[in-house]
């Protein structure tokens, strides 16, 4: 079992920038990781993944360009830096891990509790 731990969620105005943080409560370097959203009243979307080893990211077509997903497998974390942020990025954001490529799709192994992001206009 892998524990997963996200920070760096907050309040933050449109147009700045936020930094999620994912903790692993070990190795990551054999874990594809990846970060999902929710918002009140709608489904768990699928924001970013990393794979593991040589790593090559997957982001949600609407969210390409404004964040970007990172690994440091020293540290046992992934992170997300988010730009341009819009009300509509509101949501709770989670940390998934999986050892098998999972992507886009939400059959990953592991995943952490979830940080608030809010976006005020």
């Known amino acids: 079992q892998v524990q997963l731990v996200e920070s760096g969620g907050g309040l933050v105005q449109a147009g700045g920038s936020l930094r999620l943080s994912c903790a692993a409560g070990?190795?990551?370097?054999?874990?594809?990781m990846a970060w999902f959203r929710q918002a009140p009243g709608k489904e768990r979307e699928f924001v970013a993944a990393?794979?593991?080893?040589?790593?090559?990211?997957v982001y949600a077509d609407s969210l390409k360009g404004r964040f970007t997903i990172s690994r440091d497998n020293a540290k046992n974390t992934v992170a997300l830096q988010m730009g341009s942020l819009k009300p509509e990025d509101t949501a709770e954001y989670y940390c998934?891990?999986?050892?098998?490529?999972?992507?886009?799709?939400?059959?990953?192994?592991?995943w952490g509790q979830g940080t608030q992001v809010t976006v005020s206009s």
């Open positions: 998934a891990g999986s050892w098998l490529w999972a992507g886009p799709h939400t059959n990953y192994d592991y």
């Open positions: 070990g190795p990551v370097n054999g874990l594809n």
């Open positions: 990393i794979t593991s080893g040589v790593p090559m990211t």
